[in-house]
T-cell receptor, first 117, second 113 residues
Framework: GAVVSQHPSRVICKSGTSVKIECRSL??????MFWYRQFPKQSLMLMAT?????????EQGVEKDKFLINHASLTLSTLTVTSAHPEDSSFYIC?????????????FGPGTRLTVL | AQSVAQPEDQVNVAEGNPLTVKCTYS??????LFWYVQYPNRGLQFLLK??????LVKGSYGFEAEFNKSQTSFHLKKPSALVSDSALYFC???????????FGKGTTLSVSS
């Protein structure tokens, strides 16, 4: 199967600082990556779609200046939460499309738990 | 607009019994349907998908799902549940023209020994 990694798995930061989360597709090339946010015991909310070499497409209600997404290569996308506040605390999960089950399948990273104090 | 409904917040079954986790969807055109499983504080693991072909799809860990176009359903099933199947299950859909998956709210499966 396809493997997607995320780093860090857990981060605690102070309010007002910025945090960068990396998402990598380890054994396949992903032209498209996705960023989701998940609140406790809730579903995944799509934040943005990231295409390699172009600007990300943000979902309605997601602040593009706060959640900066860069997809610089076919195996790496980053999400930077700028000037983080406690309400940004959440579980962030990335996903990449591709892998052995074909380009139709999205494979997910293990998630990053962000806690903003 | 695409949408997915998982009508049950929780499903409880005894080990060894069959299990069903329900999912219905709404999408324009032909649907791409998926099931994922999530263990606590972990990402999602792909179980199976339906794109085209046989309505009964077999996936990982003995799970299967049946696509029913007339009922717009894609229920997840397993003939004999294991305690280790206890987790949060998500149904997801996208249309042919779409890219990102849209998820249902999730169903917690609890298998008792």
């Amino acid at each position: 199967g396809a493997v997607v990694s995320q780093h860090p798995s857990r981060v605690i930061c102070k309010s007002g600082t910025s945090v960068k989360i990396e998402c990598r597709s380890l054994d396949f090339q992903a032209t498209t990556m996705f960023w989701y946010r998940q609140f406790p015991k809730q579903s995944l909310m799509l934040m943005a779609t990231s295409n390699e070499g172009s600007k990300a497409t943000y979902e309605q209600g997601v602040e593009k200046d706060k959640f900066l997404i860069n997809h610089a290569s076919l195996t790496l996308s980053t999400l930077t939460v700028t000037s983080a506040h406690p309400e940004d605390s959440s579980f962030y999960i990335c996903s990449a499309r591709g892998g052995t089950s074909g380009a139709d399948t999205q494979y997910f990273g293990p998630g990053t738990r962000l806690t903003v104090l | 607009a695409q949408s997915v409904a998982q009508p049950e917040d929780q499903v409880n079954v005894a080990e060894g019994n069959p299990l069903t986790v329900k999912c219905t969807y709404s999408v324009s055109g032909n649907p791409y349907l998926f099931w994922y499983v999530q263990y606590p504080n972990r990402g999602l693991q792909f179980l199976l998908k339906y794109i085209t072909g046989d309505n009964l799809v077999k996936g990982s860990y003995g799970f299967e799902a049946e696509f029913n176009k007339s009922q717009t359903s894609f229920h997840l099933k397993k003939p004999s549940a294991l305690v280790s199947d206890s987790a949060l299950y998500f149904c997801a859909v996208r249309d042919q023209a779409g890219t990102a998956l849209i998820f249902g709210k999730g169903t917690t499966l609890s298998v008792s020994s």
